[in-house]
């Protein structure tokens, strides 16, 4: 199984802000759309990622005048990447190994998707489900 498989049943869209936006609006964007992060992106180029855990990270440290700072002062720079062919196993590990839950996918240096673990999940309780229905109707029919 491979990431073009969860891409082509998730879609391919993705969100993004510049580097300059004010994280009070980043956030608001995260709550309207109900997603747990941001990809910071200028001309195109991945500049970094801004999750939940960077906005709640950098409220502890700094309180609310964060909020008015631009996305840049408070996104997670070393944006790890994976490619549409690499597999679903590794991505998981790498997520788990690397401790976050999105994933940015970069084709010939552009981003045409965006993977969270909860769409990995998704993707691996509907592959068990198939193949449980398989099995039942294989003993069935035997």
Do not use: N
């Not at 990809?39 to 309180?63: H, P, T």
């Not at 631009?70 to 991505?91: E, F, G, L």
């Not at 993707?123 to 109707?137: D, F, G, P, S």
């Amino acid at each position: 199984m491979t990431v073009r498989s969860i891409l082509d049943s998730k879609g391919h869209h993705i969100q993004s802000v510049e580097p300059e936006t004010k994280l009070s609006v980043a956030i608001k964007i995260l709550a309207e759309r109900r997603i747990g992060a941001l990809l910071a992106m200028s001309k195109g180029r991945i500049e970094g990622i801004l999750s939940e855990r960077d906005i709640v990270r950098v409220l502890g440290e700094r309180g609310a005048a964060v909020l008015d700072e631009p996305v840049s002062a408070v996104m997670t720079r070393k944006v790890i990447s994976c490619k549409q062919s690499d597999t679903v196993s590794a991505i998981m590990e790498m997520m788990t190994l690397g401790k976050f839950r999105h994933l940015p996918v970069v084709e010939d240096g552009k981003v045409v998707g965006l993977i969270s673990i909860g769409d990995i999940v998704k993707w691996r309780v509907r592959e068990y489900e198939t193949e449980q229905e398989a099995l039942r109707e294989y003993i069935k029919t035997a």
